[in-house]
């Protein structure tokens, strides 16, 4: 059974780095294919996908936000790590880790999100 | 406004087939790349519906299908239940974006 977890700062202020984990279990980042994505949802409004990771280590970003981006595994402890610089009111959404695979980079699997708020 | 374009709303009584579409691009869907849907409940994470183009996952009533032409891909739902009220997102990829998100369709059950 596949579960995903996200965690971190509920609150953040302005110009902060937010850190994300995503805690996961079920699989593991050393199989060939796998990959663990980030998305977030502001309040009310559309899905925006952030990152991806793969088990060999490649890197996805959404172009939009790749300067502020960093995604890492720790593959020991079923761990995916999302950073985000210089954060702003405007990032303040639900943010969701989720399982995928190389082949069609579906979202089979989804943690229960995180909403972070970003506020002084 | 999202790269994939998708109703802002759509609404069908019980028991009728709504259909959903998510407009793309010769970059994204026209490029052969796959569409995949997503079922968003209130308040809970998405729920994959259908990956590429039109397949279930376990466990997904046959009331649901997908279809992809062109530029274009379509979620259909048939014998519409009160429990089908939700907010429906398509997602691709892009050859310069990455992977997208539509910009979501909230389907109401009448």
């Known amino acids: 059974q596949i579960t995903l977890k996200e965690s971190g700062p509920t609150l953040v202020k302005p110009t902060q780095t937010l850190t994300l984990t995503c805690t996961f279990s079920g699989f593991s980042l050393t199989v060939s294919g796998v990959g663990v994505g980030w998305i977030r949802q502001p309040p009310g409004k559309a899905l925006e996908w952030l990152a991806l990771?793969?088990?060999?280590?490649?890197?996805l970003y959404s172009p939009s936000l790749k300067s502020r981006l960093t995604i890492t595994k720790d593959t020991s402890k079923n761990q995916v790590v999302l950073t985000m610089t210089n954060m702003d009111p405007v990032d303040t959404a639900t943010y969701y880790c989720a399982h995928t695979y190389y082949y069609d980079n579906s979202f089979d699997y989804w943690g229960q999100g995180t909403l972070v708020t970003v506020s002084s | 406004q999202s790269v994939l374009t998708q109703p802002p709303s759509v609404s069908g009584a019980p028991g009728q087939r709504v259909t959903i579409s998510c407009t793309g691009s010769?970059?994204?869907?026209?490029?052969?790349?796959?569409v995949h849907w997503y079922q968003q409940l209130p308040g809970t994470a998405p729920k994959l519906l259908i990956y590429?183009?039109?397949n279930r996952p376990s466990g997904v009533p046959d009331r649901f299908s997908g279809s992809k032409s062109g530029t274009s891909a379509s979620l259909a739902i048939t014998g519409l239940q009160a429990e089908d009220e939700a907010d429906y997102y398509c997602q691709s990829y892009d050859s310069s974006l990455g992977e997208l998100f539509g910009g979501g369709t909230k389907l109401t059950v009448l």
């Open positions: 010769s970059s994204n869907i026209g490029a052969d790349y796959d």
């Open positions: 590429g183009n039109s």
């Open positions: 990771i793969y088990s060999n280590d490649d890197k």
